[in-house]
């Protein structure tokens, strides 16, 4: 098992409303960016910290009956995907557990390795999964995009998403990983890099601030046990989310893909 416990596990009950606003918010650049990989009939493809599955799905109907999609998750309890021939499902930590050698035209992730302290294996052993010519694409936040109303005034921050921060700080999650990846993914030897980042203005009813309540709400009693927010402050900030002047920017979130060399 990974060294650190996921800060934003599965089994607690906001993570359900997490999964439909994170595709929502992402899906449709993810989408883009695995037809720009050319993903089609037959491939087989790793997906790894599937979430809620909606990419395993959509990769499910892109590959078809003759492909194939491992879709892995630590806690794999909101992959509603059993119905589905091509996709199985896996219960899978992929900082230790092990993966077919060599056997995959595609593997992607989307905000997972951010979240696991021994990212660096988890890249090595994605790579090592893919067959020769075979894709990576790799998803992560960079928050140095942060809500700054001296910068923009009409910007929220609120101290529940600077208590947040604080706290997945603490947890072992690198906020920025996805500024890095692009000289990762080159200094581990794939070919063909390329890397784009996505940053969104999300005002109130958009799928971000969804997302990030999702996240405030099961984070609540540590960041006011730590003394980093006191209740009244934390409902007065869940309540700003539905104000209608409400909008902050969400991270940047680079897509960062590279190719295994052939031979
Ligand atoms: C923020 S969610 C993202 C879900 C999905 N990839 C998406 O973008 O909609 C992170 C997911 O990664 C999973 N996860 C966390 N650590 C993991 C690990 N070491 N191995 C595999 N999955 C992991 C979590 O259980 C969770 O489902």
């Given at each position: 098992?990974?060294?650190?416990?996921?800060?934003?596990?599965?089994?607690?009950?906001?993570?359900?409303?997490?999964?439909?606003?994170?595709?929502?918010?992402?899906?449709?650049?993810t989408q883009r960016h695995l037809d720009a990989l050319g993903v089609t009939t037959g491939w087989r493809c790793l997906e790894v910290g599937g979430g809620g599955g909606s990419v395993a799905r959509w990769l499910a109907e892109r590959v078809?009956?003759?492909?194939?999609?491992?879709?892995?998750?630590?806690?794999?309890?909101?992959?509603?995907?059993?119905?589905i021939p091509e996709v199985e499902v896996r219960v899978h930590d992929i900082t230790t557990d092990p993966l077919p050698p060599a056997s995959f035209d595609l593997v992607h992730a989307r905000l997972v390795?951010?979240?696991?302290?021994?990212?660096?294996?988890a890249?090595?052993?994605?790579?090592?999964?893919?067959?020769?010519?075979g894709w990576l694409l790799d998803e992560e936040f960079d928050s140095s995009v942060f809500p700054d109303p001296a910068r923009n005034p009409g910007e929220c921050l609120l101290k529940t998403h600077v208590a947040l921060?604080?706290?997945?700080?603490?947890?072992?999650?690198?906020?920025?990983?996805?500024r890095r990846l692009f000289g990762r993914l080159r200094s581990l030897g794939l070919v063909q890099v390329a890397a784009e980042g996505r940053t969104f203005m999300w005002p109130a009813g958009s799928a971000g601030p969804a997302m990030m309540r999702t996240n405030y709400e099961q984070l609540r009693s540590h960041m006011i046990d730590a003394g980093y927010i006191t209740r009244s402050?934390?409902?007065?900030?869940?309540?700003?989310?539905?104000?209608r002047d409400f909008f902050m920017p969400s991270p940047i979130?680079?897509?960062?893909?590279?190719?295994?060399?052939?031979?």
């Open positions: 098992m990974s060294t650190t416990p996921y800060a934003l596990d599965n089994s607690s009950p906001e993570a359900a409303a997490r999964f439909p606003a994170l595709a929502r918010a992402f899906d449709a650049g078809g009956p003759t492909g194939h999609v491992l879709a892995t998750d630590i806690d794999p309890r909101h992959l509603e995907l059993g119905s390795l951010l979240h696991v302290r021994e990212r660096e294996s890249l090595v052993n994605m790579i090592a999964a893919l067959k020769p010519g921060a604080r706290t997945l700080d603490e947890r072992g999650v690198d906020r920025n990983f996805g402050e934390f409902d007065r900030d869940i309540a700003a989310l539905d104000g979130l680079w897509a960062v893909s590279g190719r295994k060399p052939a031979s």
